[in-house]
Every structure is written in C-alpha cells, then in structure tokens.
C-alpha cells in the first residue's frame, strides 16, 4: 500500500519522532496536517516540509478544542498522535502528582481524546497509529509514571483495534531516541545518558526521529496489521 494521495494528521507533528513521520510521509506524496500547541512550532515545522502541508494549533488536553480540529480537518486516512511534553523520571517518594497527572493528560488522554473525536473522520482501509515507549516492558528506578502510561497504551491500543474495526489501530514503542523530550536534563547529563545507552545497545547507538518514523509508515502502510505493538529500542529489551 503507498500512502501517495493519502491525507495524514500527525497530532504533535512538528519536532522529534512527530515531524520525522510527517517528513517521511511527504516524501511518499501523502498531504499532510501536523498540530501543536504552540504556533512558533507549527510554523518552524511548515518551513521544513513540503509546500501545502497543513498547520495548526491545537492542545490535545482540551476536548472542545480537539473536537473543533477534526471538523476543520475533514476526512482523511491516517491519524497519527506523537503528542507529548518532556519525559518524567523521579521517584515515587518525591514525585509531584499534578506533574504526574499534567504528563499522563497530554500523552494518554490526549491520545484518547484525538482518537474519540478523530476516528469518524477516518477514512475506509485508513488507520489511527499511537504512541507508547519500553518503560512499560523494561522499567527502570524513577519510570513509575512513565511505566504506567505505556502500560495503559498498549492496551487502549489493543482494545481500540476491536472496537474500532476495521480502522486499524496500532502503537509504536520507541527505546532511546535522540528528540527534544530529554531537553529538561542538563546537556552532560543528557549526552551521558546517551552515552551510557550506546554502549549498552546491541546496534552501538541511540535512535534518531527517522528510525522511529519508518514503524508509523510501515503501520499506515501494511493493511493487515491491528492492535500491534511495534518496538523500535535498538534491541534495549535485550540487555
């Protein structure tokens, strides 16, 4: 299946994994639609895209808000949600639970809402593609909210792909990934992360966005896949 022609909202489509899926999808000839909250970001990712890719602002915390996007989008074939805001690591004793909640509404609700509101506009043989991460199958001290939203999107995801049938619903898991949302660490202890995770890769190296972008084509793509869970981690559930 090629995806020319095929129209393509990426929610939280302009940085990291988001923008690289829309990229990608461009150059496959798919018209694509990309949203943010912030409007400096939506049009820092037009210019970076092709000519008449769509952008708009959106936050994917407000429902009345989601629901206004989809009836300015229209119809369309793949929803892809990339959505999300800084990764959380703290421990349990110290974690702050409005953070908590703040993370899990973006990434999880958010994705809930995009998909409540957004699967009628989807058009047949079309799909929806979400996101999750490892920390569900491979957590870590300081993961116990990022642990938890994995765990809850793989199975939406799953439960999705039944009720949603035959829109196919499907979840990508990313490992490590060299993006914006390990921006809140210092820069040496982040570059230390990354360092410390290449050398405990099979591959030898932390992912980039356009590694990851490759899973969500391949979900648009391959019409026989639903309620999967796609891991892109560079073989970090290995070691």
């Not at 110290?94 to 058009?123: I, P």
């Not at 920390?135 to 001290?141: D, E, F, T, V």
Request: proline share 4%.
């Amino acid at each position: 299946m090629s995806l020319q022609r095929q129209r393509i909202v990426v929610i939280g489509g302009t940085a990291g994994i988001g923008l690289a899926v829309a990229k990608g999808a461009a150059r496959e000839g798919a018209d694509v639609v990309v949203a943010s909250r912030r409007q400096e970001s939506v049009d820092a990712a037009l210019k970076r895209l092709p000519a008449g890719a769509e952008g708009h602002t959106l936050d994917a915390t407000d429902e009345e808000a989601v629901h206004a996007f989809f009836d300015r989008v229209g119809d369309f074939d793949h929803l892809v949600y990339t959505a999300g805001d800084s990764i959380l690591m703290e421990g349990l004793a110290e974690s702050d639970l409005g953070r908590a909640r703040r993370f899990l509404d973006t990434r999880l609700w958010g994705a809930y809402t995009a998909v409540k509101h957004g699967a009628a506009s989807v058009r047949p043989g079309g799909s929806v593609v979400l996101t999750t991460g490892t920390a569900g199958r491979r957590p870590m001290p300081g993961t116990t909210v990022a642990a938890s939203l994995c765990g809850a999107m793989e199975s939406l995801t799953r439960a999705l792909a039944l009720e949603l049938a035959p829109v196919r619903v499907n979840v990508v898991s990313p490992g490590v990934i060299r993006t914006e949302l390990w921006r809140d660490l210092p820069e040496a202890e982040r570059e230390g992360l990354y360092a410390s995770a290449a050398g405990s890769l099979p591959v030898g190296r932390v992912g980039e966005p356009a590694d990851v972008a490759e899973a969500y084509l391949y979900l648009m793509r391959g019409g026989y896949s639903t309620g999967s869970v796609v891991t892109v981690d560079g073989g970090g559930t290995l070691v």
